[in-house]
């Protein structure tokens, strides 16, 4: 990598984990949930092979908005236009009840732009491979299974942008609880 892309990735990853610093994940263990975003752009750098700059920083800061106080213009003026968009496209209306944002995710995903979809698919097969190896505390066999069925339901809708990276999503379906 050049010097100054290394740069902008280690900026996002620190303005990431200072962002999340406070937050746990759901899993058993309540890991850092530094290492979701982490874990993002390792598949889709190391297993998928995306080296496109703008993809990566956004795997990385995808969840910012959702889930601490991040703005999208406080994005846009540190991270650029465009990893902003692609953010504000992966990111759920809070102000929605649970079910009617699942239900967008589904009824958007065939409409996300290229990158997005990319970051959208690293997000489901992180979150089914967690699902698999340590579910959520309290989440019984029938909602882990659930899950991985409405996450599916996301995925074919972005079918097309990556196979290797959608193949990556059906081996962790198939590891379906």
Same mark, same amino acid.
């Given at each position: ?25 759901? %899993?058993? @263990?309540?890991? !850092? ?12 750098? $190391?297993? *998928?092979? +995306? ?15 959702? %889930?601490? @106080?991040?703005? !999208? ?12 968009? $692609?953010? *504000?496209? +992966? ?87």
């Amino acid at each position: 990598m050049r010097k100054k892309q290394q740069a902008t990735l280690i900026d996002a990853l620190a303005f990431a984990a200072h962002k999340h610093r406070n937050q746990r994940r759901k %899993d058993v @263990e309540a890991s !850092p949930y530094i290492n979701h975003p982490i874990a993002l752009a390792r598949v889709l750098a $190391v297993e *998928a092979g +995306v080296k496109d700059e703008k993809t990566l920083i956004a795997a990385i800061l995808h969840d910012t908005v959702e %889930d601490t @106080e991040t703005t !999208p213009e406080e994005l846009r003026l540190r991270f650029g236009k465009t990893i902003a968009s $692609v953010v *504000a496209e +992966v990111t759920d209306d809070k102000k929605l009840v649970k079910h009617r944002r699942k239900e967008l995710q589904i009824e958007h995903a065939p409409h996300l732009s290229k990158r997005a979809k990319l970051v959208k698919l690293a997000d489901k097969t992180c979150n089914l491979r967690d699902v698999a190896k340590s579910p959520p505390r309290g989440w019984p066999l029938r909602r882990q299974r659930a899950y991985f069925d409405w996450a599916k339901r996301v995925v074919d809708g972005l079918r097309g942008a990556h196979p290797w990276l959608e193949a990556l999503f059906d081996d962790a379906y198939r590891a379906r609880p």
